[in-house]
Nanobody
Framework: QVQLVESGGGLVQAGGSLRLSCAAS????????MGWYRQAPGKERELVAT???????TYADSVKGRFTISRDNAKNTVHLQMNSLKPEDTAVYYC???????????????WGQGTQVTVSS
């Protein structure tokens, strides 16, 4: 099995910062892409940021310049530094990883359980 465990969510005032972390554990041969997605009440889950094993990053337009994604390949962790937070950033944030469990298997998507981020105005 593969587990993704997020941490670092919470309540912050507008303009503040939070740092989310996600650790992947279990049967892991290699991890390709990792990323963060979010889902606000009544809305669909949307991409926030992704990072490849080679550290190529992509960001949603709404977070560019405010959020930074990073990863530690040796520790199978991914982080999301969120600065200048806005009330519209309020959502449940989910960690995602594309994992190969064994050398002979394909890559599959795995998700964390989500962590709540609430930004007050």
């Amino acid at each position: 099995q593969v587990q993704l465990v997020e941490s670092g969510g919470g309540l912050v005032q507008a303009g503040g910062s939070l740092r989310l972390s996600c650790a992947a554990s279990g049967s892991i041969f290699s991890i390709n892409g990792m990323g963060w997605y979010r889902q606000a009440p009544g809305k669909e889950r949307e991409l926030v940021a992704t990072i490849t094993s080679g550290s190529t990053t992509t960001y949603a337009d709404s977070v560019k310049g405010r959020f930074t994604i990073s990863r530690d390949n040796a520790k199978n962790t991914v982080h999301l530094q969120m600065n200048s937070l806005k009330p519209e950033d309020t959502a449940v944030y989910y960690c995602n990883a594309v994992v190969k469990k064994y050398s002979w298997t394909n890559f599959y998507n795995y998700w964390g359980q989500g962590t709540q981020v609430t930004v007050s105005s």
